[in-house]
């Protein structure tokens, strides 16, 4: 699901694009939408690239220094179309902490975490991320008021693809 949602919406700005009636401005802006889902689409791919050459000890992560903060607060934004939609309301709050990590990786996490957020709240509610520094140790914690996870679905939340119910067809990366 998550590769197919960026190929969706390339494909469909691609389509829009064909119509000669449109102005040089709506252009621009479907011609941007898909720059920034190609570039989302290669981002995830390479992701999972390293994901599967760390397994297999061929590749280390790559530790860079970075705000945390700062990684989380753009992940809420970007995901600013979804929330809209749904009319949620979304509660951040992040204490400002650097650490040291594979920056790209980490993003996916908090991107996949808060788009299930998203995804599985009801319209009109809440969702959010906390961080804090606890004992030197960052604590991030991603909220939502969906019906939640079922035990088997606990059990197996942690397996990379696992789709709790995949008829409704919501991904699992």
Same mark, same amino acid.
């Given at each position: 699901h998550e590769l197919k949602t960026p190929l969706a919406i390339i494909e469909g700005y691609a389509a829009l694009l064909r119509d000669e009636t449109l102005s040089p401005a709506q252009r621009g802006e479907y011609a941007a939408a898909i720059e920034k889902e190609s570039a989302r689409l290669?981002? %995830?791919t390479e992701n %999972?690239?390293?994901l599967s050459r760390m397994d297999?000890?061929?590749?280390? %992560?790559e530790v860079t220094?970075?705000?945390?903060?700062?990684q989380i607060r753009r992940c809420v934004i970007e995901l600013e179309p979804q929330w809209s939609v749904k009319d949620l309301e979304p509660v951040v709050t992040l204490e400002s902490i650097m650490i040291s990590g594979d920056e790209a990786l980490l993003g996916q996490v908090w991107r996949n975490l808060l788009d299930n957020a998203v995804k599985f709240s009801n319209d009109g509610g809440k969702f959010g991320v906390t961080a804090k520094l606890d004992g030197g140790a960052a604590v991030v914690c991603v909220f939502d008021e969906g019906s939640g996870m079922d035990v088997q679905t606990r059990n197996h939340m942690f397996d990379r693809f696992y789709q709790a119910d995949p008829s409704r067809g919501a991904g699992g990366f």
């Open positions: 290669s981002n %995830m %999972m690239l390293r297999e000890g061929r590749q280390k %992560m220094r970075f705000c945390l903060d700062e």
